[in-house]
């Protein structure tokens, strides 16, 4: 990986760090069960790959990635637990990214739900392999990331969880108001976080 992808890791780090304690103060200390958010998700994805040979089904690519993005969520939570710095949580990131495990899909989603199951971790050269199975680049991952986190940041400061937040506007979802914004920025630029944050804000019904 090049030096700006080290920074994107880093970036997310610092995000999810940050959607972790807007939501607990005290997060690091509860013990939340990563662990069981990640594998809830693997078989949520397996269920848009498909498995069941006694009906049609086809494979939901998009839906698969969203899912992937949340496990990175939740992989990011273990390995800040973990208490390295982030240094060395970018650069175990990188070497397992660009190393990653490799084989047939559902078997290789296995392979990872069986890992963390019994290590209560987070494995991430067998998440580069996901990646590369359902197609999803680095770049996407971040750009994918950073909207994601922004937005759920976004909604609370908006008053979601008080149900005055207002999820439509100008006949679009929020959602379709980040891919666009998303779409028009510079993903390696400084700040991306706080430009989206920015951007949303500037659109949103006063």
């Not at 496990?71 to 970018?90: K, M, P, Q, T, Y």
């Not at 290590?119 to 994601?148: H, I, Q």
């Not at 108001?177 to 993903?187: A, G, M, R, Y």
């Not at 400084?190 to 949103?204: K, N, P, R, T």
């Amino acid at each position: 990986m090049s030096l700006p992808q080290i920074i994107q890791i880093h970036t997310m780090l610092e995000l999810q760090d940050s959607m972790n304690t807007k939501v607990n103060a005290d997060w690091r200390e509860q013990n939340f069960a990563w662990y069981r958010a990640i594998w809830i998700e693997c078989a949520e994805m397996l269920d848009h790959h498909g498995w069941k040979w006694w009906k049609h089904q086809e494979m939901d690519r998009e839906q698969m990635m969203l899912e992937l993005i949340d496990i990175w969520h939740f992989g990011l939570s273990i390995l800040i637990l973990r208490g390295d710095d982030a240094e060395s949580v970018c650069k175990d990131l990188t070497i397992g990214l660009s190393d990653s495990i490799h084989m047939d899909f559902p078997e290789q989603l296995e392979a990872f739900t069986e890992d963390v199951l019994h290590t209560k971790s987070f494995d991430a050269r067998r998440f580069g392999g996901l990646m590369k199975s359902v197609g999803l680049e680095f770049e996407e991952l971040f750009r994918s990331y950073v909207g994601k986190n922004v937005l759920n940041m976004f909604r609370q400061d908006k008053g979601y969880k008080e149900g005055t937040y207002i999820k439509i506007w100008d006949d679009k979802d929020d959602n379709e108001w980040l891919v666009e914004i998303l779409q028009k920025l510079d993903l390696a630029a400084e700040g991306l976080a706080g430009l989206v944050y920015s951007a949303l804000d500037e659109a949103y019904p006063d």
